[in-house]
């Protein structure tokens, strides 16, 4: 199937990750549809036009989603066979003695029900379609390199991110058989605005820059790419959670 025939769906489409997983879908050609809570922004340079459309939507809110996937079926002609999940919040960067309950809850559900949310809507949407499903069905979710081994300070977020990896992994064997890949990637620190925010409030990237061997934090721009490779081109591949940290898993110490 070629890329200017494929409908894709964003979560977190309006910034950082999302924004360039968007603009790189839409250079390929294909029509993509935006799930996020917060608007768009406008850039100039990017490529925008007939072939992208938003919704105001929580991802955790199930019937919010549906309905706006249905909406952009119609809209588009064709219902979304592809998805990338990078919506997310923060954790509190707080010991775990000291977390607020219900601030933990909905980080765990932002991140690992909101991911389970868009992607069971979206294999359902597929599966409504008058013709029939259509193939090369394929997922992304966005992990972190903190899914992997014990962080301080993030028994919410990289207790999410871990869920999100397991997810991804459970819905790979299971939708299988519908001829759906479900990959993940697990990003080190990538400057984007919710990192930029953490930088802002004091937070030193210099350690981590000299933490991970290409000594660098990752853009936004190479971070779509890893994600656009898994979700079009990497066709013999799902279950997967590809490092994209510049080395930082890899370092044996
Ligand atoms: N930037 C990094 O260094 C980094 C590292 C590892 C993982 N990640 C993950 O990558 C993904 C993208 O992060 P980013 O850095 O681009 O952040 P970002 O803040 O720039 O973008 C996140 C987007 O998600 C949206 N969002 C938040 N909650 C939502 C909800 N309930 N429903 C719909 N949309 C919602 C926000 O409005 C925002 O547009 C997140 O899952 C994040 O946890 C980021």
């Keep these: 199937m070629s890329d200017s025939t494929r409908h894709a769906v964003v979560t977190g489409g309006s910034s950082g990750i999302g924004l360039a997983v968007v603009d790189l879908l839409l250079g390929r050609g294909a029509e993509v549809t935006v799930l996020d809570t917060q608007p768009i922004p406008d850039r100039p340079g990017s490529p925008r036009g007939a072939g992208l459309r938003a919704f105001s939507v929580d991802v955790t809110d199930e019937t919010a989603v549906r309905g706006a996937l249905d909406t952009a079926t119609e809209q588009a002609g064709r219902p979304p066979s592809l998805l990338v999940t990078s919506h997310g919040v923060r954790g509190g960067f707080v010991p775990a003695l000291e977390l607020d309950l219900p601030a933990y809850r909905r980080v765990l559900d932002v991140h690992v029900t909101g991911t389970l949310v868009a ?102 721009e ?28 890899a370092v044996g110490k």
């Design 119 to 220: 992607a069971r809507s979206l294999v359902r949407c597929m599966e409504q379609a008058p013709g029939g499903p259509p193939t090369g069905g394929s997922i992304v979710t966005v992990s972190s390199t903190t899914a992997y081994g014990g962080w301080v300070n993030q028994a919410d977020y990289g207790v999410a991110k871990a869920a999100v990896r397991q997810l991804t992994q459970n819905l790979a064997v299971e939708w299988a058989s519908r001829g759906i890949r479900v990959n993940s990637v697990a990003p080190g620190h990538t400057l984007t605005p919710m990192v930029q925010e953490m930088i802002d409030q004091g937070y030193d990237v210099s350690a981590t820059e000299a933490r991970t061997p290409l000594g660098r934090l990752c853009t936004p």
């Design 222 to 249: 190479e971070m779509a790419a890893a994600i656009v490779f898994l979700l079009m081109d990497a066709t013999f591949s799902t279950g997967v959670c590809m490092p994209v940290d510049g080395g930082w898993t």
